[in-house]
């Protein structure tokens, strides 16, 4: 059978492991702003969210693989 997502992380190298947290991160601020959204909520309050999420982890991931690519095999 073949493995679960999570079975698959466990053997990944820990450098892998960060971009993929620094991701989920990412992709939990993204949900949020569509739930803000939804709830109509004031445009400064969303765009608030989007500037802190546009200048969080994953600009800085993207800073980080233009000094040194991600190896895929």
């Not at 190298?13 to 620094?22: M, S, T």
């Not at 989920?24 to 803000?36: C, D, P, S, V, Y």
């Amino acid at each position: 059978m073949a493995k679960k997502l999570t079975e698959h992380l466990e053997e990944l190298p820990a450098e892998r492991k960060a971009i993929l947290n620094r991701l989920r991160r990412a992709e939990g601020q993204l949900r949020g702003i569509q739930r803000m959204i939804i709830e109509d909520r004031p445009c400064v309050e969303v765009l608030d969210s989007v500037i802190r999420c546009k200048k969080g982890d994953a600009t800085d991931m993207c800073g980080n693989c233009k000094k040194q690519p991600i190896q895929l095999h």
